[in-house]
């Protein structure tokens, strides 16, 4: 009889279990999501700054292969804040995404649509409004079921967003559009609409000085050349000059006494030279190159390519100067001095003599420029329409 009444309840308690909800990620054991709603997850560096979004992604079919198309905004998806009938809260805003509540972490402090973001990761909901902009919400609350726990005091930020047509796209997708050295666009697709958020990190060049600064520190610090790209971050950047002209002195001098050497060279003095440029001390930083133009690496497409800087900073007359140095100095090269002169002619305005350099430049375009020669060829014609 025992044995019958303990078998009985193990069928029971095996009932039982069958008919709880598929499992979730968190659950004791690996089962799939619940809904077969995948986890996913996308992340976008902007400079040092890592930002990662996690969340579950449904799909237009789901709910056991239905077609939802065209029923997910308004339906799948509810407008405004509504009580689900789960959990403590009732006015839930839409989880952005299926199951455990979508977040987003951020390795540093940014600007979400120019409001200020602690480094952190927060929960990640969407008002969805039929008649009215949707707003972007951001809470502490990051390990929530859905919305079911949402609570509008944990709100750290609430931006505004405007839903733009899409196309389609059944699994409900974030990623990361609009990419640039300082900011980003992360956005939400799904069925036929998408929307975003900008992220910002108005300090992307600070957050590089400051992990060059730690890295010189250790390992990277015995080697010059590390000291050099770091003073030539900074030049190129305008930024931290003080320090950099320190960095530039240690990538020519030794970055650590007795310990490792550095390399006075064109290349490492040309750095230094650019940092007291960048710092105004334009005077001082031309008599630093007429030093470098004597040491080792001064070579032909070094120089020319330092000339091609002042060009582009908008000093011609020293550029012209610098060209027909390397001109002087490699009488054999019919090319690159020449091209460099013609260029800078052209920016002076000297029309004659920038149309001889350009046609000597293109008669001797060497094989690894050709592509380069329509260009060459463009400019030599415009210069001639205009004589």
């Known amino acids: 009889m025992k044995k019958n009444y303990a078998l009985l309840l193990t069928l029971v308690m095996l009932l039982a279990l069958a008919q709880m909800p598929r499992a979730q990620e968190l659950s004791e054991i690996p089962t799939p999501p619940n809904g077969n709603n995948e986890k996913a997850e996308v992340s976008q560096w902007i400079g040092l700054v890592k930002v990662t979004i996690s969340y579950h992604s449904p799909n237009l079919h789901g709910g056991g292969g239905a077609d939802r198309t065209g029923h997910i905004w308004g339906e799948v998806v509810h407008y405004g804040f509504v009580d689900e009938g789960f959990g403590p809260t009732k006015a839930a805003p839409w989880r952005a995404g299926a199951n455990e509540t979508t977040t987003i972490s951020f390795s540093h402090d940014v600007k979400v649509d120019g409001k200020a973001v602690k480094a952190g990761t927060y929960g990640l909901f969407l008002d969805v409004e039929k008649d009215a902009p949707w707003q972007w919400i951001f809470s502490t609350n990051n390990a929530g079921w859905g919305s079911f726990q949402y609570d509008p005091k944990e709100d750290v930020l609430r931006v505004p967003a405007t839903p733009v047509a899409a196309p389609h796209m059944e699994f409900l997708t974030f990623g990361f559009d609009e990419r640039k050295p300082d900011s980003s666009v992360a956005f939400l697709q799904w069925e036929d609409k998408r929307v975003s958020f900008r992220i910002d990190v108005p300090n992307v060049n600070e957050l590089y000085v400051a992990q060059i600064r730690h890295n010189l520190l250790s390992w990277p610090g015995f080697d010059y050349k590390n000291w050099q790209n770091a003073a030539q971050f900074c030049a190129s950047n305008k930024i931290n000059l003080d320090e950099a002209l320190i960095w530039a002195d240690k990538a020519i001098q030794g970055p650590f006494r007795g310990a490792t050497v550095g390399s006075e060279d064109f290349s490492t003095v040309q ?9 105004g001390k334009t005077e001082e930083a031309d008599k630093l190159m007429d030093k470098a133009f004597q040491l080792t690496g001064a070579d032909l497409l070094p120089v020319h390519i330092y000339a091609a800087r002042l060009l582009g900073a908008g000093r011609t007359a ?16 019919k090319f690159w001095s020449y091209l460099g002169l013609a260029r800078a002619y052209t920016a002076a305005g000297d029309k004659e003599k920038a149309i001889k350099n350009w046609e000597t430049a293109i008669q001797n375009t060497p094989e690894t420029r050709k592509a380069q020669l329509p260009a060459y060829e463009a400019a030599l014609k415009k210069l001639k329409e205009a004589s």
Do not use: C
Request: proline residues 4%; aromatic residues 4%; hydrophobic residues 40%.
């Open 318 to 333: 020293k550029a012209i100067e610098v060209f027909k140095l390397n001109q002087k100095r490699h009488p054999e090269d």
């Open 271 to 279: 750095t230094k030279a650019e940092v007291l440029q960048a710092m």
